[in-house]
């Protein structure tokens, strides 16, 4: 039985070093994870009763409305991200916006640095009101370093039925 103690208490001892030194080499690197994650959880009212007979309107922070996502995209100021799947996507999307699939964040790291600069503002979208893939991959955008960061929960959904303009096919 004592045998069984001191192999457990080996085990743990090597659980022990392994998280520790797992933490120093993680805070000695530049592109580390920092172990206090900065920047708060973007949520939107779209998990609430939703009247889809009507044009949504959010109401918690860090969501805009139609009119304010059509202003930001007439004026160019904003960097759009759908974060619907590449498939729906490529069946259509707002012209102009980078598809980053919220599930699929690791894979699309390199486009993300790329294509959007820290500072920049960016609006997260996905299907509409029901869908939850934009405060998803917004909340890990603020977690990973985006601050100035939006959603706009109706979506393509909404986008769609006011008739605004839509591109198809993979971005160029």
Not at 46 to 61: I, S, W
Not at 143 to 156: L, T, Y
Request: hydrophobic fraction near 40%; proline fraction near 5%.
């Amino acid at each position: 039985m004592t045998s069984f103690f001191r192999e457990l208490a080996g085990g743990i001892a090597l659980m022990i070093v392994a998280t520790v030194l797992g933490i120093g080499v993680n805070a000695v690197r530049p592109d580390g994870v920092a172990l206090i994650q900065k920047g708060a959880v973007v949520s939107t009212a779209q998990h609430g009763d939703v009247d889809t007979t009507k044009t949504f309107v959010p109401t918690a922070e860090g969501a805009i409305s139609l009119d304010e996502m059509k202003t930001q995209f007439d004026a160019k100021t904003a960097v759009i991200i759908d974060a619907r799947s590449t498939e729906e996507y490529e069946e259509g999307h707002i012209p102009g916006s980078i598809n980053i699939p919220h599930d699929r964040l690791p894979e699309f790291q390199d486009v993300l640095n790329r294509e959007v600069s820290n500072d920049a503002h960016v609006i997260c979208y996905c299907r509409g009101p029901s869908c939850d893939f934009s405060d998803l991959l917004a909340t890990e955008l603020k977690i990973i370093g985006w601050q100035d960061v939006s959603v706009f929960s109706g979506g393509w959904e909404e986008w769609t039925k006011a008739g605004f303009p839509v591109e198809k096919g993979p971005r160029p």
